[in-house]
């Protein structure tokens, strides 16, 4: 006599296990080698309770170089937010170019002076704008540093080694931060002009 054995009921799925202290093995070789490749540093963080006592929950993740300067205290808060501010419209501006697919809504019939009432294709042209505009306010010789801001693709050491190769270590550091901290700059006065 066969018989099949149900090991949980039909439609519902299990869920994973937590990622515990038991069972937790720390950032897997993988990310490591991606946070050594791009010259970044990876933070486990621990979840707290309200409390403010520490849990058994986990999370890794990769810091950006933005970030480690803005903890350094290179960077202020505001240069920080500008960037980081910057970074968001570039990421958009990618997302919602041309190629995006448009799918019309009925809200979108009557449009009113909201932005969130724009047209796929209309809200694709406004963040475009708003790139174009800051890249404009930094001018065409800080243009290289603005596409590091947005695109991040290594870490801030290994980028002064690649931008200033002849210079010594402490020499290209200072110049790629004044740099870094310049463009920050007017970046900030170019978003509190706009807002």
């Given amino acids: 006599m066969m018989h099949a054995l149900k090991s949980r009921a039909p439609g519902r799925k299990r869920k994973p296990l937590p990622i515990t202290l038991a069972n937790w093995a720390g950032p897997t070789a993988e990310r490591i080698r991606h946070a050594q490749t791009a010259d970044t540093m990876l933070v486990v963080d621990t979840y707290r309770t309200d409390a403010g006592e520490e849990t058994q929950l986990k999370r890794q993740r990769?810091?950006?170089?933005?970030?480690?300067?803005?903890?350094?205290?290179?960077?202020?808060?505001?240069?920080?937010?500008?960037?980081?501010?910057?970074?968001?419209?570039?990421?958009?501006?990618?997302?919602?170019?041309?190629?995006?697919?448009?799918?019309?809504?009925?809200?979108?019939?009557?449009?009113?002076?909201?932005?969130?009432?724009?047209?796929?294709?209309?809200?694709?042209?406004?963040?475009?704008?708003?790139?174009?505009?800051?890249?404009?306010?930094?001018?065409?010789?800080?243009?290289?540093?603005?596409?590091?801001?947005?695109?991040?693709?290594?870490?801030?050491?290994?980028?002064?080694?690649?931008?200033?190769?002849?210079?010594?270590?402490?020499w290209a550091r200072s110049s790629f931060t004044r740099l870094l901290t310049v463009t920050c700059g007017i970046l900030e006065g170019h978003y509190k002009r706009r807002a």
């Fill in 62 to 170: 990769i810091v950006n170089p933005l970030e480690q300067l803005w903890k350094a205290g290179v960077l202020d808060s505001g240069e920080y937010g500008a960037a980081r501010r910057y970074q968001r419209d570039a990421d958009l501006a990618a997302l919602m170019g041309p190629a995006a697919t448009v799918r019309y809504e009925p809200r979108m019939i009557d449009l009113g002076a909201d932005p969130s009432r724009l047209l796929p294709i209309e809200k694709a042209a406004d963040y475009l704008a708003r790139l174009a505009s800051a890249q404009q306010r930094c001018g065409s010789k800080r243009r290289h540093m603005l596409d590091w801001i947005a695109e991040e693709p290594c870490g801030w050491r290994k980028q002064a080694r690649a931008w200033f190769p002849d210079a010594s270590e402490l």
